[in-house]
């Protein structure tokens, strides 16, 4: 279906979650952010992160820590609990806030009962207008009175971490989970409420083959996700010591990570999912699918979504803040984290500023991953030629009349076609996965 073009693949991308990315992150002036927390002036989402999971994955690149020591989870929440107070009593009251997302880690790491008194904090804090809840979920730690919690507080999107169904491929993973677990957990979340419901998949894992993802597409399309994530391992173990647990013997070469993706890519239409971008996919009566049809899709750091927000504020060790003029990220480490909220500071640890160049750049990048195309203003699009023709050389994408369109064959390829308007790239070191 696709060509495969390994040359065009070689140069490893950034996702684009943001613009500029975190890999342009910098120090920042703690007051930046406290002035872009007065101005806001539109809809707004909230980003909460729990940094803690009950069992850590051997693959995993999030920022998240071991949730068994009872009293730093304790300090943590209620760090969290004073950021969410100190940075809604800026927030001008006539915001709105319309999403709400929970991640991780696991947010489940927690008591459900600590989970309501977070909710009931945004409450207090924010400008909420009947916000959509969604929550990232670990189905091995989710109980019955979490869906009790679920739906006390009317969470209507959930998304779980379940990557395959393959046992081996769960124990060489870390991640071991019986798809009667699943299965449990998928039935849980629909008496409780959930309307959307994403799993998360992944290809390129050790020891897997194109036979057993399929199995495991087959299996989540039986048990009725709404949405599913398909993403790509990304191995850097230097970056991610814990990834040094997976045999790099085991994992599948760039030929086979391709199959991999186009044959995925295939069997979910053939399961009536309509693709999302590049790595999502969702039913025809799902947001997510509606948003992408009607042109409607956007990009933040949760992948694509639906979410329209200019600004998403997020609350949390290492969350993440985007407003039009910057972008702030929180201390990652949580014990740093619990010290500056501790000590009446922000906890924005660093950022970047961004100009009306990076604002520009920021929507020709989201019109070539969410829409397949964009317009692109004559001198950008002579800066980017250079590195762009072997795209077009490649049939594709074209340019006409200052609009850029991605061909049918360019899915594999558009992270590396966003990337030649991306002007840290033109010198930047910095390690990023595999396109495919």
């Not at 209620?78 to 806030?97: F, K, M, N, S, Y």
């Not at 990304?234 to 391709?258: G, K, N, W």
């Not at 509606?290 to 609350?315: E, K």
């Not at 990652?332 to 990076?358: C, M, P, Q, S």
Request: glycine fraction near 8%; hydrophobic fraction near 40%; charged fraction near 20%.
């Amino acid at each position: 279906m696709w060509p495969y073009l390994p040359e065009l693949l070689a140069v490893p991308v950034p996702r684009y979650t943001s613009y500029p990315t975190a890999a342009e992150f910098g120090p920042v002036d703690e007051r930046a952010y406290h002035d872009a927390l007065e101005d806001v002036q539109s809809d707004l989402s909230l980003y909460v992160h729990i940094p803690y999971c009950h069992e850590i994955c051997w693959y995993c690149g999030c920022n998240t820590g071991a949730a068994h020591r009872q009293k730093r989870l304790a300090a943590y929440l209620e760090a969290l609990q004073h950021e969410i107070a100190t940075v809604g009593a800026l927030v001008p009251p006539d915001a709105r806030v319309r999403h709400i997302a929970f991640g991780g880690g696991s947010p489940n790491a927690i008591a459900p009962t600590d989970f309501v008194r977070l909710v009931d904090a945004l409450t207090l804090a924010f400008p909420l207008t009947d916000p959509v809840i969604s929550v990232e979920l670990d189905p091995r730690s989710l109980s019955e009175p979490w869906g009790e919690v679920l739906d006390h507080v009317g969470v209507q999107r959930a998304s779980m971490g379940v990557q395959t169904f393959d046992p081996a491929i769960q124990q060489a993973i870390g991640r071991v989970q019986p798809v009667e677990l699943i299965e449990r957990a998928t039935q849980l979340l629909r008496r409780s409420g959930v309307t959307s419901l994403n799993f998360d998949l992944m290809y390129g894992l050790p020891g897997q083959d194109l036979d057993g993802l399929l199995a495991s597409l087959d299996t989540t399309a039986r048990l009725g996700a709404d949405r599913i994530a398909l993403f790509g391992l990304a191995y850097l173990p230097d970056m991610f010591p814990r990834q040094r647990r997976i045999e790099a013997t085991d994992l599948p070469d760039a030929v086979a990570r391709f199959a991999m993706m186009e044959a995925g890519y295939e069997r979910l239409l053939a399961h009536g999912y309509e693709p999302v971008g590049f790595d999502h996919f969702a039913l025809p009566d799902d947001p997510l699918s509606r948003a992408a049809i009607s042109g409607r899709l956007h990009r933040n750091f949760q992948g694509f979504t639906d979410d329209s927000a200019p600004v998403t504020i997020g609350l949390g060790a290492s969350a993440i803040s985007v407003f039009p003029q910057g972008i702030f990220q929180n201390e990652k480490n949580a014990g740093r984290y619990r010290e500056l909220v501790g000590a009446g500071h922000h906890a924005t640890a660093k950022g970047i500023a961004r100009d009306a160049d990076d604002r520009r750049r920021a929507r020709i990048i989201t019109g070539i991953l969410c829409h397949g195309r964009a317009r692109v203003d004559g001198d950008l699009l002579a800066e980017a030629s250079p590195r762009m023709v072997r795209f077009v050389e490649a049939g594709l994408c074209s340019v006409n009349n200052g609009t850029l369109t991605l061909t049918g064959d360019a899915l594999p390829y558009a992270r590396g076609i966003a990337a030649c308007f991306d002007r840290y790239r033109v010198y930047s070191t910095r390690m990023f996965s595999n396109a495919v």
